[in-house]
């Protein structure tokens, strides 16, 4: 029996069954690779404040989402399949948390503290990378791959703004961040506020 929860296979589903989709740990690498990259941006010098505001905006619904999925599905995994992390798995909870924080108390494009979140967000890319390589390791593609269809559809559902005082853990995570998500798209669309990257108009309209 495998030591990664899973979540139900489709009721037809045989012990060869391999589901499509990609891989949770694939997805949180991608993701990672490219919350790096907006961070990049964002702290340019260069940066024209206008631009500097629009990719804050897609830099925090990206945060939102992302640890929404991971702390439904990807630090839960972590937990229950590795042995002697249960500390670090509880410490990144923590982390997440007082990132969110510090994204929602941003003044703006130019606060003083956007180093301070780009550099929480750099340590939560490694630390999270270090719990990847090791459950790569012990899960199987097709464990992986049925969780991340599970991430995708929780960050399809997540909020998209910082919500540090809601559940960090299953269950309640997995109940109180889609009915929270739906608020926030509410907002986003009253607001035309950019969540995505492709809401970003090219470089060159500055």
């Known amino acids: 029996m495998s030591a990664v929860p899973l979540p139900p296979l489709p009721p037809a589903a045989d012990d060869a069954y391999r589901p499509g989709g990609r891989s949770m740990a694939d997805l949180a690498d991608a993701e990672h690779r490219h919350l790096l990259s907006l961070v990049d941006q964002v702290t340019d010098p260069d940066l024209t404040p206008q631009r ?7 830099l925090t619904a990206t945060v939102a989402r992302h640890l929404s ?7 839960p995994t972590v937990r ?3 042995t002697d992390v249960a ?11 007082a990132l969110l924080t510090a994204l929602k108390a941003l003044a703006g494009p130019d606060d003083p503290a956007l180093t301070e979140v780009a550099a929480r967000l750099r340590r939560h890319v490694t630390a999270i990378a270090d719990l990847i390589t090791p459950l790569r390791e012990v899960a ?4 992986l791959i049925r969780l991340g269809n599970r991430w995708e559809i929780a960050e399809e559902a997540a909020p998209t703004r910082p919500h540090p005082g809601t559940p960090a853990t299953p269950p309640w995570n997995r109940i109180v961040e889609p009915a929270v998500g739906v608020v926030d798209k509410l907002r986003d669309a009253v607001t035309g506020r950019r969540t995505h990257l492709s809401d970003l108009p090219h470089r060159s309209e500055h």
Request: net charge negative; no cysteine; charged share 45%.
């Open 80 to 82: 229950a399949a590795l």
């Open 140 to 143: 199987s593609d097709a464990e």
């Open 52 to 58: 500097r505001r629009e990719v804050l905006e897609v």
């Open 69 to 75: 999925a991971e702390e439904q599905y990807l630090l």
């Open 87 to 97: 500390d670090r798995v509880d410490r990144e909870i923590e982390a997440d948390g």
